[in-house]
């Protein structure tokens, strides 16, 4: 069996794509690479709120997995909107990479808790609102691009260090450059932040389908995302709001931490709960009930006013 591989062209999501491929390869599947490149990876000079978060790094994937020419599209499961069209199935979820955001920087001595002021380059807008909430001594400047353009701007001095995904710098192999580890009660990461997300269409074979997920979804991973999801989904937030969410499994128990935080970092309301691994979606949608409740409609729709 021949299984088309759809991705973007970064060298991150390169990686993604070979992981996959790998994963396939290993039980005898043919596997063939096909590089798309979206929105998102065109337009660089202007910040992803402005530009209209919805499918930027996903459009142009999905159109091709409509017409046929790849099966499966691979996405950092963080950059997916929190619904699809029908036409479109989530099948995988790879097991998550620790979830946690790094500080990075030529200068590994650098930690936001020393006190000591320094400019940090970042476009996330939950990032930037964490850093004026917990470390307002620390100045920050817009940064998009990948992260071989972020890490030559840091280079070029635009900035002493870069907040980032640590899957994504463990990935490309930059661990020499990590300065800090920052807490997850603090940064909690985007939804889905540190997973590979698996997507096709809803019209691919069953029997495609079947293979695909037995050989790529971490079913642990998938409970956690499932609640993740459904969780950003009732609070209607795309990449460019900051709300946060992280779940994780253990020994059966499921718990979710789940949050919103105001763009000036002024206002930070979030949530744990405990919940039925069998039901991952019910624990998502509860703790954005229970943050509705405590106010974070209002926080949303000052974000919306913003942008
Ligand atoms: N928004 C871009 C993006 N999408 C996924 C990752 C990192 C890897 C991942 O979380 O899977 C990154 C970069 C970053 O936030 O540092």
């Not at 800090?180 to 909690?188: G, I, Y």
């Amino acid at each position: 069996m021949l299984i088309k591989i759809g991705t973007r062209g970064s060298k991150l999501a390169l990686w993604q794509a070979y992981y996959v491929e790998k994963m396939l390869q290993k039980d005898g599947i043919d596997t063939q690479i096909i590089i798309i490149e979206t929105k998102g990876d065109k337009i660089l000079d202007r910040s992803l709120a402005k530009i209209g978060s919805k499918g930027v790094f996903t459009q142009e994937l999905e159109d091709q997995l409509l017409t046929g020419a790849i099966d499966i599209a691979v996405h950092s499961a963080k950059d997916l909107q929190s619904s699809l069209d029908l036409a479109f199935e989530l099948i995988a979820f790879t097991e998550r990479e620790k979830a946690n955001d790094v500080l990075v920087s030529r200068n590994t001595s650098l930690s936001l808790k020393s006190g000591e002021t320094f400019v940090v380059g970042t476009s996330s807008t939950r990032r930037i609102a964490v850093l004026k909430h917990f470390y307002p001594h620390i100045k920050t400047v817009d940064m998009r691009g990948n992260l071989q353009t972020r890490l030559r701007k840091l280079d070029e001095g635009q900035c002493d260090a870069l907040l980032l995904a640590y899957a994504g710098v463990h990935r490309m192999e930059y661990d020499d450059l990590i300065a800090e580890h920052l807490l997850l009660d603090e940064f909690t990461p985007a939804v889905g932040q540190g997973s590979v997300a698996i997507e096709c269409a809803s019209a691919l074979s069953g029997e495609k389908k079947a293979l695909l997920k037995a050989l790529l979804n971490d079913e642990d991973t998938e409970k956690c995302l499932l609640a993740e999801r459904a969780f950003l989904h009732k609070l209607q937030g795309g990449c460019s709001v900051p709300v946060f969410g992280m779940a994780t499994l253990h020994a059966k128990q499921l718990s979710m931490t789940g949050g919103i935080i105001s763009l000036d970092g002024s206002k930070v309301i979030r949530k744990t709960l405990a919940g039925s691994e069998t039901y991952p979606e019910q624990l998502g949608t509860a703790i954005a009930d229970e943050l509705l409740d405590a106010g974070a409609g209002q926080i949303l729709e000052e974000i919306k006013g913003h942008q």
